[in-house]
């Protein structure tokens, strides 16, 4: 493991029933990056963070967080370093952004009841960086998908994780929203929190994060630098698809799918 | 009148967050902290005017405020004995009963506000689990059997609700066990739920059918009434139903916690597993005591929380007290109703909460239900 890494995992594999859907993934990734994680539906993407996070418990190996092995940590030790961004907003009967995003401090409350003022003053903070404090008592089912989703990442982001999990942020958003939150995601990296995104969008991925992890079928293909892995060969084998990978004008990657490869 | 309703429209603003200006940079928290001692104190006042409209008015007639204020303190200090008649009254007819119906709407609405929170799913009510199915089949087992041991005489008022207690947390367990079974989901909560009620009240049918002569003992438990309270079995209500609801309200913030989604409050550090099943245990066990004694009163259950959610937002810190005092107050009103509207003769107080809360609750709808997402 090197010094600067902040997940390392071992040999991580988990099974339900018959189907072992990780095979054994080794991963170190170091901090304050942003991690793309990159696969075809079912690959194990969401089963890889969910076993990070612990909400899958009955996995095998080793995975730890600044040199700690979650092995035997309790829920809200986990919760004090790694948040979890789910891809679809809960439905949430009346509830306000405010309120929504102060449970990101769940982990921090000790008082049975209300939180402190410098609780208040943390989500207050996070609204103002996520550009949603004017809306901080509209109901949370009012919201626009976009507005949505950043309430998800500020609430992940007021839990002060080391570690945040994205799952597919941006799959309900239009173009703006899309570019929106990925800057959103690459500026909390380059503020030292690792973040991690799962996503399909390879083009966008490629343009934002500092690396990419490609999965296919429960393993890993490939780590590295977005612009040096994704290649038409790699697309050709994880995605039976045939695509033209490109630089535009600006030196970034594009991915424009052509054709699927007939089984 | 204008001002009247400004000032009411102003009290309102300050209690619910969407009415409160953008600008308005008070703390949340604070808003919050006032917020709560208001319900306390407006559900306190209202209770209080509420117990004494109901010892008040009877179906024998109408006794001034202060006069069944003066009785009722009379009565009290006198400890029940040697008391005139309209003392005699009060303490022995309408107390009891009026105590009754604030602990069984109390704990109904706030049993509804932690289902519907664990089962993230607002057409749930306090019975999803089965146990007023239970509960019935078991009272009506008890009486169409001739269970009535000599033995046991002593102690025949308590013989249908003890049934009916074993049978509600019967149901209530083999709803755990098969939910459980199929891996603890909430939807796996509202199908065993749904098919262990029907096989009780199946059950419940066959009794009926076997015995249909024989049943005024306990058709008015099939549809609530308060009628049959003694002061023994009123406090039996009141004082656990009471001190259920109220510990339930120190895990408020879980239940807000919840609402996000059992993998969102996972990752927040609640062990959800752990919390959902022992919430859903003090939900039925409360459920079970209050339809025990006063048979299945349905709509406080399952419109109150929803009440005060569209009155008040999404915070349970503000819910479930709101809860417990709407929940009183409407079955105090409810009780009421059913013992005057057609006196001498009771209608069940399950169809009054259905016919006075309907309309409220639709208007409250059309108002509100664009801005919840239900």
């Known amino acids: 493991m090197t010094d600067d890494s902040l997940l390392r995992i071992r040999d991580l594999r988990i099974s339900f029933g018959d189907f072992e859907a990780l095979h054994g993934i080794d991963l170190d990734i170091p901090k304050g990056l942003l991690v793309g994680l990159i696969g075809p539906n079912g690959c194990g993407k969401s089963t890889m963070m969910k076993c990070i996070s612990k909400l899958h418990k009955t996995w095998t190996g080793e995975i730890s967080i600044d040199g700690d092995s979650t092995r035997d940590m309790r829920p809200i030790d986990i919760a004090k370093m790694v948040a979890n961004v789910p891809a679809e907003p809960p439905q949430m009967f009346g509830t306000t952004l405010m309120d929504l995003v102060m449970l990101g401090r769940y982990p921090f409350v000790n008082k049975v009841w209300w939180e402190s003022p410098e609780d208040e003053k943390a989500v207050r903070e996070a609204l103002q960086v996520f550009g949603l404090d004017h809306y901080r008592r509209k109901q949370v089912s009012l919201l626009s998908s976009g507005e949505k989703q950043r309430a998800l990442i500020a609430k992940a982001y007021v839990q002060q994780p080391k570690l945040m999990l994205v799952d597919e942020p941006t799959s309900h958003l239009d173009m703006k929203y899309k570019l929106e939150v990925m800057e959103y995601l690459q500026n909390m990296a380059r503020s030292d929190m690792t973040v991690m995104v799962a996503e399909h969008d390879i083009s966008l991925m490629a343009r934002y994060c500092d690396i990419c992890i490609i999965m296919k079928k429960g393993s890993i293909v490939t780590v590295g630098d977005p612009k040096k892995v994704i290649t038409e060969d790699l697309i050709r084998e994880i995605y039976e698809v045939d695509a033209r990978v490109g630089l535009d004008l600006d030196g970034e990657i594009y991915v424009l799918p052509k054709r699927y490869i007939r089984g | ?374």
């Open chain 2, 1 to 374: 009148m204008k001002g009247i309703i400004g000032t009411l429209r102003r009290g309102y603003a300050g209690l619910n967050d969407a009415m409160v200006p953008q600008d308005d940079n008070r703390s949340e928290i604070a808003i919050k902290r006032k917020r709560f001692r208001v319900i306390l104190l407006l559900g306190i006042f209202f209770s209080a005017v509420m117990f004494l409209i109901s010892i008040s008015i009877s179906s024998g007639g109408i006794i001034p405020l202060s006069d069944a204020l003066t009785s009722l303190i009379s009565a009290v200090s006198k400890g029940g004995n040697g008391l005139n008649t309209e003392e005699l009254y009060i303490f022995q007819s309408r107390l009891p009963r009026t105590v009754a119906a604030i602990g069984v709407g109390a704990g109904l609405a706030i049993a509804g506000c932690m289902f519907q929170a664990l089962i993230r799913n607002p057409l749930v009510d306090p019975y999803i689990t089965g146990v007023s199915s239970g509960a019935g089949c078991m009272a009506i087992a008890v009486v169409v059997m001739g269970i009535s041991l000599s033995a046991l005489s002593d102690y025949s008022n308590y013989i249908i609700p003890l049934a009916a207690i074993i049978g509600g947390l019967l149901a209530f367990g083999i709803t755990l066990s098969v939910a459980e079974g199929a891996g603890g989901s909430a939807t796996n909560y509202i199908l065993a739920g749904t098919i262990v009620g029907f096989a009780f009240t199946s059950i419940q049918t066959i009794f009926l059918s076997l015995e249909k002569d024989n049943l005024t003992n306990v058709m008015w438990w099939l549809y609530g009434s308060f009628a049959n309270i003694t002061w023994e079995n009123a406090f039996l209500v009141l004082i656990p139903a009471l001190a259920i609801s109220i510990i339930a309200m120190f895990w408020a913030r879980e239940f807000n916690l919840f609402m996000t989604g059992e993998d969102q409050a996972n990752q927040l550090g609640l062990n959800v597993r752990r919390f959902k099943a022992v919430m859903m245990v003090v939900a039925s066990v409360l459920t079970s005591i209050c339809v025990a004694f006063v048979g299945v009163i349905g709509f406080v259950g399952l419109v109150i929380p929803h009440a005060c959610r569209m009155l008040l937002g999404g915070d349970h810190r503000l819910i479930m007290p709101a809860s417990i005092v709407l929940g009183a107050c409407l079955m105090l009103f409810a009780d009421l109703v059913a013992r005057v509207v057609i006196a001498p003769l009771e209608i069940p107080v399950g169809a009054v909460t259905a016919l006075i809360g309907t309309p409220v609750f639709a208007y409250m709808l059309i108002r509100r239900g664009r801005d919840y997402d239900g």
